[in-house]
């Protein structure tokens, strides 16, 4: 049993940052891989992923969309995994969501544990 809840959305001008929070309970995140997805409202019927970072960090994935300017990491010490969000644009407007996973995968039908999203918007 695992609760995610996530954090740290808002509206931010094109070219900000942001920092994104997912805090775990009921369960180690040590024992997870873990994934950060994001629906833009009236496009994409499912979430698509957007980064995820293996149980030791070791292994990492980015789209090609947000590579170099989205960095993922866990502090399991802490029970958390972030999102670093830098030169946003308009385009990652969007609901995004922490996920959970047994092993690294990407797409989302493989993710078990999700949180209830937190609305990223990026003003032009």
């Known amino acids: 049993q695992v609760q995610l809840v996530e954090s740290g959305g808002g509206l931010v001008q094109t070219g900000g940052s942001l920092r994104l929070s997912c805090a775990a309970s009921?369960?180690?995140?040590?024992?997870?891989?873990m994934g950060w997805f994001r629906q833009a409202v009236g496009k994409e019927r499912e979430s698509v992923s957007v980064a995820a970072i293996s149980r030791s960090g070791g292994s990492l994935y980015y789209a090609d969309s947000v590579k170099g300017r989205f960095t993922i990491s866990r502090d399991n010490a802490k029970n958390t995994v972030y999102l670093q969000m830098n030169s946003l644009e308009p385009e990652d407007t969007a609901v995004y969501y922490c996920?959970?996973?047994?092993?690294?995968?990407?797409?989302?039908?493989?993710?078990?544990?999700w949180g209830q999203g937190t609305q990223v918007t990026v003003s032009s």
């Open positions: 009921g369960r180690t995140l040590s024992s997870l891989a």
């Open positions: 996920a959970a996973a047994p092993n690294f995968v990407i797409k989302s039908k493989n993710y078990v544990y």
